[in-house]
């Protein structure tokens, strides 16, 4: 079976590249290296220098690899860049994600995994969130993914097409194995600019928000290791490999940690001091953010390894301190 790895280059799609391959599946990877790293992908897997939107040069990897199935990371994923450049989020998470799906379609593509958000939510405040909650983004992020995931919907309505569409929640961590982590320097994960903060490659991180009706003030999320995340899309590929339904799934672990709990963690992990600054709320956060992963479990099978804040910063402190300064 070959598979198409859409932003195979990037924080998660080079975790699910080594997934694959570990699998037995052959790996097509196409990235624009907008945000990815050529080094993140393994040799075994066959890298293609392009854009997701480009129908010709997608439609020419399905015919010659005869893909049979899509792994689509691909997309603008900073929440606050996109509220400062909403049309570039429309054109990369809509525009280009409907162009891929029309490929798949066309050529028979019948398996379909998409890298969604649990921003395409409303936020009820206090209770784990179900896929059953209230849809309501606000930010052209949410928008665009929701917009994708209505598109999926859709064309699963009309053709012989199924797809897993998957919540993500707050994605940390990195490989244990320490073969790929995030490498950006301008990342905005809150695990990766605290090691960042701890390794003094950054001055400080801010703190966005200390009054929020929390234990400490600060919000609370529910943060999943990198390597729980993918196994759930291999899952959600064998899932549909199957002949199993189309989904819609979270992916979190049903529990959570404030901003100062995670900054608390790893400056205990790694021995280091965290430097902080308070600053305002940021538009569109919530005070506690939390899956509710049951239908993950249920319909998946799904058990995660990696449930362990300290586990998570130590894989993602690792990685970092791998990584040349600068």
């Given at each position: 079976?070959?598979?198409?790895?859409?932003?195979?280059?990037?924080?998660?799609?080079?975790?699910?590249?080594?997934?694959?391959?570990?699998?037995?599946?052959?790996?097509?990877?196409?990235?624009?290296?907008?945000?990815?790293?050529?080094?993140?992908?393994?040799?075994?897997?066959?890298?293609?220098?392009?854009?997701?939107?480009?129908?010709?040069?997608?439609?020419?990897?399905?015919?010659?690899?005869?893909?049979?199935?899509?792994?689509?990371?691909?997309?603008?994923?900073?929440?606050?860049?996109?509220?400062?450049?909403?049309?570039?989020?429309?054109?990369?998470?809509?525009?280009?994600?409907?162009?891929?799906?029309?490929?798949?379609?066309?050529?028979?593509?019948?398996?379909?995994?998409?890298?969604?958000?649990?921003?395409?939510?409303?936020?009820?405040?206090?209770?784990?969130?179900?896929?059953?909650?209230?849809?309501?983004?606000?930010?052209?992020?949410?928008?665009?993914?929701?917009?994708?995931?209505?598109?999926?919907?859709?064309?699963?309505?009309?053709?012989?097409?199924?797809?897993?569409?998957?919540?993500?929640?707050?994605?940390?961590?990195?490989?244990?194995?320490?073969?790929?982590?995030?490498?950006?320097?301008?990342?905005?994960?809150?695990?990766?600019?605290?090691?960042?903060?701890?390794?003094?490659?950054?001055?400080?991180?801010?703190?966005?928000?200390?009054?929020?009706?929390?234990?400490?003030?600060?919000?609370?999320?529910?943060?999943?290791?990198?390597?729980?995340?993918?196994?759930?899309?291999?899952?959600?590929?064998?899932?549909?490999?199957?002949?199993?339904?189309?989904?819609?799934?979270?992916?979190?672990?049903?529990?959570?940690?404030?901003?100062?709990?995670?900054?608390?963690?790893?400056?205990?992990?790694?021995?280091?001091?965290?430097?902080?600054?308070?600053?305002?709320?940021?538009?569109?956060?919530?005070?506690e953010v939390v899956a509710n992963p049951s239908k993950l479990r249920r319909e998946l099978d799904w058990r995660p390894?990696?449930?362990?804040?300290?586990?998570?910063?130590?894989?993602?402190?690792?990685?970092?301190?791998?990584?040349?300064?600068?």
């Amino acid at each position: 079976m070959t598979i198409l790895i859409t932003g195979g280059a990037g924080y998660i799609g080079s975790h699910m590249v080594y997934a694959a391959l570990e699998r037995g599946y052959q790996v097509v990877v196409l990235d624009d290296l907008s945000t990815g790293v050529r080094g993140l992908v393994p040799k075994e897997a066959h890298f293609y220098h392009g854009c997701v939107g480009d129908h010709a040069l997608v439609r020419g990897l399905v015919d010659e690899y005869r893909i049979t199935a899509v792994v689509h990371f691909a997309g603008s994923t900073v929440l606050p860049e996109s509220i400062q450049k909403p049309l570039a989020y429309y054109a990369n998470n809509v525009v280009a994600c409907r162009n891929l799906i029309q490929v798949c379609v066309d050529a028979g593509v019948r398996s379909f995994i998409f890298s969604s958000t649990a921003a395409v939510y409303a936020y009820p405040e206090g209770e784990p969130v179900a896929e059953n909650a209230q849809v309501g983004p606000a930010t052209p992020y949410g928008r665009s993914k929701l917009m994708a995931e209505w598109i999926l919907e859709d064309a699963a309505r009309a053709y012989d097409f199924r797809h897993v569409t998957l919540r993500y929640f707050n994605v940390a961590g990195a490989d244990p194995k320490g073969r790929t982590g995030q490498s950006s320097p301008r990342a905005t994960h809150l695990v990766k600019r605290a090691c960042q903060a701890a390794l003094g490659r950054i001055p400080y991180i801010e703190i966005f928000g200390t009054d929020y009706p929390t234990h400490d003030g600060t919000g609370v999320r529910d943060y999943i290791h990198v390597t729980d995340l993918v196994e759930a899309h291999a899952a959600a590929l064998d899932h549909l490999k199957e002949g199993g339904a189309s989904l819609t799934l979270n992916l979190g672990y049903g529990h959570g940690f404030s901003v100062r709990q995670v900054i608390e963690t790893v400056c205990r992990v790694t021995g280091r001091l965290v430097p902080t600054r308070e600053a305002c709320r940021r538009l569109g956060d919530v005070a506690e953010v939390v899956a509710n992963p049951s239908k993950l479990r249920r319909e998946l099978d799904w058990r995660p390894q990696y449930d362990d804040l300290n586990e998570i910063v130590a894989t993602a402190y690792a990685w970092e301190k791998s990584l040349p300064h600068g």
